[in-house]
T-cell receptor
Framework: AQKITQTQPGMFVQEKEAVTLDCTYD???????LFWYKQPSSGEMIFLIY??????QNATEGRYSLNFQKARKSANLVISASQLGDSAMYFC???????????FGTGTLLAVQP | NAGVTQTPKFQVLKTGQSMTLQCAQD?????MSWYRQDPGMGLRLIHY???????DQGEVPNGYNVSRSTTEDFPLRLLSAAPSQTSVYFC????????????FGPGTRLTVT
């Protein structure tokens, strides 16, 4: 069985600063993928970044980067130069196995302060 | 492309009523899934399908039925609604070409009284 743990229910960050959202995972699969999604107050789910278990380099997408530490089973999201529009709920998720099921964590609510 | 569409956007049911939440995608994705989102619980997988005619249970399947007669459509049926099924329901689809990134519909907010 796969599991995602997000231990930070809420985070505050000042505008223009960087913030790290924690995510740890548990899986018995050798091949798996890790995702981060953003959910603003409007409710839609927005894909941010993906990291494959065999990817040797950390994934980056603009201001988003994923700090992937495979031995520690962690996949933290780093947002650089925070903007007010980054205020949202952030979900970490894992996909693995032959069934392609996506399992989500409970999320972290990020508030960016001016 | 419309992407993933869901209808209705809002629905109020009385306990014991049945209804079907509709989901359609126009991206020819093989994989489709249904999630429910409750406060503080994140998204939990209800049912999923890896192709037309093939469905399987997720984490919280009880009280829900699905079928997949076409690639495009993946309806979710509530057989006898209960207050515990009050939630926001998301449908998603994905394909192998993009790491199986899931594209989400806008969601259906369901209230069961």
């Amino acid at each position: 069985a796969q599991k995602i743990t997000q231990t930070q229910p809420g985070m505050f960050v000042q505008e223009k600063e960087a913030v790290t959202l924690d995510c740890t995972y548990d899986t018995s699969d050798q091949s798996y993928g890790l995702f981060w999604y953003k959910q603003p107050s409007s409710g839609e789910m927005i894909f941010l970044i993906y990291q494959g278990s065999y990817d040797e380099q950390n994934a980056t997408e603009g201001r988003y980067s994923l700090n992937f530490q495979k031995a520690r089973k962690s996949a933290n999201l780093v947002i650089s130069a925070s903007q007010l529009g980054d205020s949202a709920m952030y979900f970490c998720a894992i996909r693995g196995g032959a069934t392609n099921k996506l399992i989500f964590g409970t999320g972290t609510l990020l508030a960016v302060q001016p | 492309n419309a992407g993933v569409t869901q209808t209705p956007k809002f629905q109020v049911l009385k306990t014991g009523q049945s209804m079907t939440l509709q989901c359609a995608q126009d991206m020819n994705h093989e994989y489709m899934s249904w999630y429910r989102q409750d406060p503080g619980m994140g998204l939990r997988l209800i049912h999923y399908s890896v192709g037309a005619g093939i469905t399987d249970q997720g984490e919280v399947p009880n009280g829900y039925n699905v079928s997949r007669s076409t690639t495009e459509d993946f309806p979710l049926r509530l057989l006898s609604a209960a207050p515990s099924q009050t939630s926001v329901y998301f449908c998603a689809s994905s394909a192998p070409g993009q790491h199986y990134e899931q594209y989400f519909g806008p969601g259906t907010r369901l209230t069961v009284t």
